[in-house]
């Protein structure tokens, strides 16, 4: 469990550091999935979506590796984290498998910003589907481990029972 949210958390704050040293080859890789409309929104909007989204994988990032490396960890960051860590997880998947619908040659992953961007395929979406099926079994055993959190419980309280 703790490993887990190690890795992810890892992981979400190495992507959200990527995108934050190179935010322009990040938003041309999220205008180049043609999902915003540029005239209705404009770049300025594209920009606050890209902070947002570096910003809430910043967030998942840490929040994952508090929950991995406390000796006590609560049970909100960790879970706050895991929550955040899925919503960015579905969206990647859903702009991807968006963007392997329609055919988009111009798309790349953009799970590290303009690093490490491989061309789109079946396979990226693959992956993307995995760290989902992982991402909701740390959410689970999370949820369903009530030793791995800290209780609001004494030890003298426990003994009582």
């Keep these: 469990m703790r490993l887990g949210l190690m890795a992810f958390g890892s992981l979400f704050?190495?992507?959200g550091i990527a995108k934050a040293l190179d935010p322009?080859?990040?938003m041309a890789g999220l205008d180049a999935f043609h999902v915003l409309a540029p005239a209705a929104l404009g770049p300025l909007s594209l920009g606050a979506?890209?902070?947002?989204?570096?910003?809430?994988?910043?967030?998942?990032?840490?929040?994952?590796?508090?929950?991995?490396?406390?000796?006590?960890?609560?049970?909100?960051?960790?879970?706050?984290?895991?929550?955040?860590?899925?919503?960015?997880?579905?969206?990647?998947?859903?702009?991807?498998?968006?963007?392997?619908?329609?055919h988009l040659t111009g798309a790349r992953s953009l799970l590290f910003g303009g690093y490490l961007a491989?061309?789109?395929s079946w396979l990226v979406a693959f992956d993307q589907a995995l760290a989902i099926a992982v991402l909701a079994w740390?959410?689970?055993?999370a949820m369903?481990?009530?030793?791995?959190?800290?209780?609001n419980m004494t030890p003298l309280a426990v003994i009582d029972q």
């Design 24 to 26: 322009v080859a990040f």
């Design 13 to 15: 704050l190495v992507q």
């Design 118 to 120: 491989p061309p789109l």
């Design 49 to 102: 979506l890209g902070l947002v989204w570096t910003v809430l994988e910043l967030l998942a990032g840490v929040a994952m590796l508090h929950g991995g490396l406390a000796r006590a960890p609560g049970r909100e960051l960790p879970r706050a984290g895991i929550e955040l860590a899925l919503g960015l997880s579905f969206t990647y998947l859903a702009l991807d498998a968006g963007a392997l619908a329609r």
């Design 144 to 151: 369903a481990w009530p030793g791995y959190f800290r209780s």
């Design 138 to 141: 740390l959410f689970t055993r």
